[in-house]
């Protein structure tokens, strides 16, 4: 018996060159969405333009609107040279980054004017929120091993190594689903005026007594805008407010200290948008706490005081970048206060926290000072996770939505 061919039903060879033939003829219908584009301030460029010079710009190695500082900014006579990076904490928390930044903190909640925003959802809406929850903690498709579970009890004992997904890709996920359904009920009147970028490198180098302040950081999520947030508080309000005193301790505790030509090769003023991008200022930023990564030098675990003295800190870059980038390098006294909201999370607990850069004279306890308001972390859920072969999320907090739908009405 002669074996043949498998044949198939349709052939396929002959189905492809059908479609080539056919699709070949179709007429480009030109539509309207460049006029529209255009009219909503969105720069359009030709496609045949950006792959041509796709190449090019994969090859270069220094990002367009990074600005090398130049020596003369550096001190050279100061003998500490201190770098934050986004794996750092502070030792000593809350308290060492109001000192460090010349920060006061005035409520234990988020200012009036968010709070405000802060209403109730209907009931759809709260089941796509919760569904949002669903696909991003427990449906989604990644399996990699998981950090190393460990017994205090039992030091020696080896657990065997869980798959699951990470805490980065649950933040990542559940901050885009989240701010995709916050565009759909706002709509286009406040989409059109925001871009989110990912992954937005920043790095600024600023001056405080005698010492040198490097800080590199990554924000995960960067919500931009072509309004600036405007301002919640009154510069001169802080009269009865005093900065944190750490004595004996130094403010720097915990810092890395590294070399003079260190800094000077590696300072770049790093801001993920050119001079000429319409979303200039940064509205949210969204960043992820990761344990693995987030580590205290001493090893021990890191707290939620630490945790929330990141999100200062981080929002203090970001705001003082885009300060930098505003209004130039040797700025101090800023022509008009710089806020910014900020959303730490580990995939389960979330922070809010807002800050109000108000000056970059940070040297001593007197004069300007910098606001920030910040609440206590919220669990948006208890468990989410599989039992029986069957999903189960229980402990659903609905507050955490109402506070991301909060952040982006803000004006």
């Given at each position: 018996?002669k ?57 270069s ?10 020596e003369?900014?550096l ?9 934050f ?57 990644q399996?990699v ?14 657990f065997?190594r ?13 901050s ?58 009154d ?5 009865n407010?005093d ?6 301790l ?5 810092l ?8 000077i ?11 000429d ?33 990141r999100?200062?800190?981080k929002?203090?870059?970001?705001a ?47 004069g ?14 208890e468990?989410?996770?599989?039992k029986?072969?069957?999903s189960?999320?229980?402990?659903y ?6 506070r ?8």
């Amino acid at each position: 018996m002669k074996f043949t061919q498998l044949l198939y039903k349709q052939h396929i060879g002959k189905a492809k060159r059908y479609v080539w033939q056919h699709q070949r003829e179709r007429k480009i219908v030109v539509s309207k969405a460049e006029e529209i584009l255009k009219s909503m301030k969105f720069i359009v460029q030709d496609a045949t333009e950006f792959i041509s010079n796709q190449s090019a710009l994969h090859n270069s190695k220094m990002i367009e609107n990074s600005i090398a500082v130049k020596e003369s900014i550096l001190d050279v006579n100061s003998k500490n040279y201190l770098t934050f990076e986004d794996h750092n904490v502070l030792q000593e928390g809350v308290p060492q980054a109001l000192l460090l930044t010349k920060t006061v903190k005035l409520n234990n909640e988020l200012p009036e004017k968010i709070q405000k925003l802060i209403t109730d959802i209907p009931k759809n809406i709260n089941n796509l929120s919760k569904r949002s929850v669903y696909t991003s903690m427990i449906y989604d498709a990644q399996q990699v091993k998981l950090s190393k579970l460990k017994d205090s009890d039992r030091p020696a004992w080896v657990f065997p190594r869980v798959y699951g997904i990470t805490s980065t890709r649950k933040m990542q996920n559940l901050s885009k689903k989240f701010l995709q359904l916050c565009e759909s009920l706002c709509g286009l009147n406040d989409a059109q005026y925001k871009s989110v970028i990912h992954d937005g490198l920043l790095s600024a180098c600023i001056g405080k007594e005698d010492n040198f302040l490097k800080f590199s950081l990554k924000m995960d999520i960067m919500m931009m805008s072509s309004i600036p947030l405007a301002p919640i508080a009154d510069v001169n309000m802080d009269n009865n407010f005093d900065v944190p005193d750490l004595y004996p301790l130094h403010y720097t505790i915990g810092l890395s200290r590294d070399k003079l030509d260190n800094i000077i090769s590696s300072s770049k003023i790093l801001y993920p948008l050119t001079m000429d991008s319409p979303f200039m200022n940064v509205h949210t930023i969204f960043i992820n706490h990761n344990p693995e990564e987030v580590k205290n030098l001493t090893d021990l675990p890191v707290t939620e005081d630490q945790i929330h003295a990141r999100s200062m800190i981080k929002s203090f870059g970001a705001a003082a970048i885009c300060a930098q980038q505003k209004f130039g390098l040797s700025v101090k006294e800023l022509p008009e206060p710089i806020v910014v909201q900020c959303i730490q999370s580990d995939g389960q607990n979330f922070h809010f926290s807002v800050y109000q850069l108000n000056t970059l004279d940070i040297d001593g306890k007197e004069g300007i000072k910098n606001f920030w308001w910040s609440e206590p972390s919220i669990k948006l859920y208890e468990q989410a996770l599989y039992k029986n072969g069957q999903s189960c999320l229980e402990g659903y907090n609905s507050d955490v939505f109402k506070r991301y739908l909060a952040f982006y009405k803000n004006k």
